[in-house]
């Protein structure tokens, strides 16, 4: 069997939202870490009932396109 072409499969398991506690889990920072970026708007959040959850599919979107510095504001 041969295959002429070559097909490109991407597999995440990285959710596209994610609360507070999941995400200092991922970046191995502490609770109060995350909470403080959330409160100065330096990582991107959705509001989803009465809980802020970090958008984590704009996160990587904009750390792909060469976003290195997070401060405050930057998500408002």
């Known amino acids: ?18 609360s507070q506690d999941q995400c ?6 502490t609770k109060d870490t995350i909470r403080g970026f959330v409160e100065t708007d330096a990582l991107p959040t959705v509001k989803i009932g009465r809980q802020r959850f970090i958008n984590f599919s704009r996160l990587l ?15 408002e």
């Open 1 to 18: 069997m041969s295959f002429d072409h070559v097909t490109s499969l991407t597999l995440s398991v990285i959710p596209p939202v994610c």
């Open 24 to 29: 200092a889990t991922f970046l191995g920072v």
């Open 61 to 75: 979107a904009d750390l792909q396109a060469g976003k290195t510095v997070f401060t405050r504001g930057d998500y």
